[in-house]
């Protein structure tokens, strides 16, 4: 076992590239080259390429007039999908092609590619917007031959700010200067967040030293052009903020909450201290009603003994004897009554008050355990990407998540590193037991870097377990697995759970 986790430890070290999380390469994960090559019998007559990118797994997007020559022989020419990484290439089918829009779809047997998200609000004027794709001047420049075009590389980006919007021939377009080249057409125009918000497609013409214009179809043509073709896609509307951003009014809030925690301790303070000075009040109040009941009680009990005294003495004088020893009797009863209400009366004890304890001011406590549904918080979070949609969460004693999954303590939280067996993001999730919130940060990674991170998983078993011995094993592993992630991650998703019975 200690060999095992030498070994992952050394493999951390020794294998870790500087892996990148920045949105604009997560997004490249997904451009393609569309490689069109004419042939008869065998023998290559011509060959062009234009840019792609991925809306589904297996389906790219490009501009129509990269394909027209595959839409009008199909027998003659091919078309060839080229991802960023690895060491294939894979030939495509054109299954939609729109002459108006200038978009086509193209789907390709293959490893499936991250697709692309949609960004789904227009953009104001001097928004700043990246371009990908594979300029055919770099291409010229670099490969000799068809061989070469096939084989995997980064796309090149560039960067420009929108310059207008504006409809031509009845399209949407945006015109803006995140400058390409032949060969970038059908490539992807983003946002800083890595979304498409349109599709390049042309290059004005510089003359007499005039500065060119991209234009670029608007991502609303995108979107019901794919709606048309009935092609599944995902676009999203979260607004576009920088991690450090999310961090700082993350910061600011939990700042803000601690404010508010010690204003409403005050509060409860001040408001005990008035509901004790109420009580003492009250508790004067009554005692001073009592005080003077006695005292009252006294007085009568004292004039009525006196008055029976003295009828006594007079009834003695005239000889009835009986009456007489009756009426002292009573008399005396009423002295006596009068003098025990008189010692008695109550003093005040402002001891005798008990001092109300301040209130929580909180929910009732929830339970550590149990069934849970987290709700995300977009004002805590950086969220590109994904829908925010709710989580459920099952939690169980000593960090075991649905029954199956074991999370290691960092601190007075839980954590995991969940790599998935298919796909390019990694999350790790972060779940705190006494504030009820859970953390997904989430890493959109290139395939060098999730083959080591599946390498360093290697058959780590993910059922709960209480052997403290399986569980060092996985804490030192997830340990590994976390220095092989970026600094930061392209998303936190920051939920509040609730118990899952519990009405919102």
Request: proline share 6%; net charge negative; glycine share 10%.
């Amino acid at each position: 076992m200690i060999r095992r986790l030498l070994l992952m430890v050394w493999l951390a070290f020794a294998l870790a590239a500087p892996a990148r999380a920045d949105d604009i390469s997560a997004a490249a994960r997904g451009v393609v080259r569309v490689v069109i090559t004419a042939s008869i019998n065998g023998d290559e007559i011509g060959r062009g390429h234009g840019s792609g990118f991925a809306v589904a797994p297996n389906t790219i997007v490009t501009n129509a007039h990269v394909v027209e020559l595959a839409q009008r022989f199909p027998s003659l020419v091919s078309i060839d999908v080229v991802p960023e990484t690895g060491e294939e290439h894979y030939r495509g089918e054109l299954i939609a092609f729109d002459v108006d829009r200038d978009l086509a779809l193209i789907r390709f047997d293959g490893p499936p590619l991250p697709p692309l998200t949609l960004y789904g609000k227009p953009l104001p004027d001097g928004y700043p917007l990246v371009s990908l794709g594979y300029p055919g001047n770099i291409d010229e420049a670099t490969y000799n031959s068809l061989a070469q075009l096939l084989m995997p590389t980064e796309p090149a980006r560039s960067t420009g700010i929108l310059s207008s919007h504006r409809s031509q021939r009845g399209l949407d377009t945006l015109e803006h200067t995140a400058q390409i080249a032949r060969g970038n057409s059908g490539g992807p125009l983003l946002d800083n967040c890595g979304r498409v918000v349109g599709v390049n497609r042309a290059v004005t013409t510089a003359q007499e030293g005039d500065g060119s214009f991209v234009i670029s179809l608007a991502e609303n043509e995108l979107i019901t052009f794919l709606r048309e073709k009935k092609q599944a896609f995902h676009a999203v509307d979260w607004p576009c903020t920088s991690m450090a951003d999310a961090l700082e009014r993350d910061r600011e809030m939990a700042a803000e909450k601690a404010r508010l925690s010690e204003q409403q301790a005050r509060d409860r303070q001040i408001e005990a201290q008035r509901a004790y000075d109420e009580a003492l009040r009250q508790a004067r109040a009554d005692n001073a009603a009592t005080r003077d009941n006695f005292m009252a009680g006294a007085a009568v009990a004292l004039v009525f003994g006196a008055l029976g005294a003295g009828g006594a003495g007079l009834l003695a004088m005239r000889g009835r004897k009986r009456p007489a020893i009756a009426a002292g009797a009573g008399g005396g009863i009423l002295l006596i009554g009068a003098g025990l209400l008189f010692v008695l009366r109550p003093d005040f004890d402002p001891a005798s008050v008990e001092q109300p304890a301040p209130g929580n001011g909180e929910r009732a406590v929830q339970p550590s355990t149990g069934r849970f549904q987290c709700i995300v918080a977009p004002e805590r979070s950086r969220i590109t990407v994904s829908d925010g949609a709710p989580v459920p969460l099952t939690w169980g004693e000593d960090g075991c998540a649905g029954g199956k999954t074991q999370y290691v303590e960092k601190g007075d939280t839980w954590q995991r590193v969940i790599v998935p067996e298919a796909g390019q993001t990694v999350r790790l999730a972060t779940y705190d037991p006494l504030e009820h919130s859970y953390v997904e940060d989430r890493y959109f990674l290139d395939a060098a870097t999730m083959k080591q991170l599946r390498e360093m998983q290697g058959d780590a078993k993910a059922q709960c377990t209480s052997d403290p011995a399986v569980r060092g094993e996985l804490a030192s592993r997830q340990s590994s697995l976390r220095s092989l992630l970026p600094p930061q991650p392209n998303e936190r998703l920051v939920y509040s759970c609730r118990a899952a019975d519990t009405k919102q």
